[in-house]
């Protein structure tokens, strides 16, 4: 088996800080300091691409947490992980006629035509992972895109990769209906054989449809590639779901190759497996709870006419050793007062 260093790092841009456990700790919330006050009692509608997943559960959960304190009403539509599903949530969203959408985990690419719909009606938009660009005023009309970066998010879990030495074989897995997800995967692919590493194969395999297709699919690449097949990569931890009972299946013990790593976002089950050993090692996990606090202040933004703050959170790196030292988190939440900086910029 691989060498693995199993340590709970922060990761700011391409700098990797050691952590002080076990609270996932950041001395001081690097966010915003000013902007508006809260604006009067708004709808706000979170169109979800798909609840069962755990980074888009995790962000919506700190919007419906943020705009309680904020006095805000939200309405979270599930689009289910079809494109149709989506599409028939933006009609419900238009209907609500909110004063803001949220756009959660999906490519605002998919739905241009009702993004169009949305400008002409002058309702705000921001976003969670919603195309490659990150940060202020998107092209198609995005307010804001909250993510962390997501090429440092690929290349952490690709050198994490490639920590036992260049006598190694990952197999990538990736969903080309997102643009942001194929970019992720390449730069996976990119940083390994930079590295001297293998890449083993790309596989392109939609991410809604993952609890039926990862079992065989498994079981496939482990006829085809055995004991060549040493990582996984993943560009987000819901692969990884139903990936375990094909290797159990096949003899392979939780913490044996092929050993699973996670370009994000950190969800509660991949937590759970990297803490008990069961077939993920790490992921590359974002502050969701944060995320979801920032787009509530981004939006509060928007509303009043008010520019984009402009931040882009740091990722972490989320290993065994982290999370045995970290009690019982189940998720990369900052103990870092984000939540009483944006309540005291609200006024709240």
């Not at 001395?27 to 915003?32: C, V």
């Not at 690419?109 to 976003?127: L, T």
């Amino acid at each position: 088996m691989l060498k693995r260093t199993f340590i709970a790092t922060l990761l700011a841009g391409t700098t990797a800080l050691t952590l002080g456990l076990p609270a996932f700790a950041q001395t001081a919330f690097d966010g915003p300091t000013t902007g508006p006050k809260a604006a009067d009692a708004k709808l706000i509608v979170v169109l979800a691409g798909d609840l069962k997943n755990g980074g888009i559960l995790g962000v919506t959960t700190g919007v419906e947490e943020a705009a309680a304190k904020i006095g805000w009403t939200v309405r979270v539509i599930d689009g289910a992980g079809s494109v149709q599903g989506r599409t028939a949530a933006f009609g419900q969203a238009m209907a609500l006629q909110p004063a803001g959408i949220i756009i959660n985990g999906f490519d605002a690419m998919e739905q241009q035509a009702a993004i169009e719909g949305i400008k002409a009606a002058n309702i705000p938009m921001v976003a969670w992972h919603s195309g490659p660009q990150i940060g202020c005023d998107i092209p198609n009309g995005i307010f804001a895109n909250v993510s962390t970066d997501a090429m440092t998010v690929s290349e952490t879990a690709a050198k994490w990769a490639m920590e036992g030495g260049t006598d190694m074989g990952a197999i990538i897995f990736t969903d080309s209906t997102y643009e942001i997800a194929i970019a992720k995967a390449d730069r996976i692919k990119e940083t390994i054989e930079s590295m001297g590493g293998t890449v083993l194969e790309y596989v392109d395999t939609p991410i809604a449809d993952t609890s039926a297709r990862m079992g065989p699919l498994t079981t496939s690449l482990l006829q085809k590639y055995g004991d060549k097949w040493t990582h996984s990569l993943a560009i987000n931890d819901l692969y990884f779901d139903f990936m375990g009972p094909a290797l159990a299946a096949a003899g392979i013990d939780g913490k044996s190759n092929p050993l699973a790593g996670s370009a994000g976002d950190g969800s509660e089950a991949a937590f759970q497996r990297i803490r008990t050993g069961q077939y993920q090692a790490i992921t590359v996990a974002e502050p969701l709870n944060l995320q979801g606090w920032q787009m509530v202040d981004e939006m509060n933004r928007a509303v009043q006419g008010e520019a984009c703050s402009g931040y882009i959170t740091a990722p972490a790196l989320v290993t065994e050793a982290g999370l045995a030292a970290s009690g019982d988190s189940n998720s990369f939440d900052p103990q870092n007062g984000y939540r009483e900086a944006y309540s005291a910029i609200w006024g709240k």
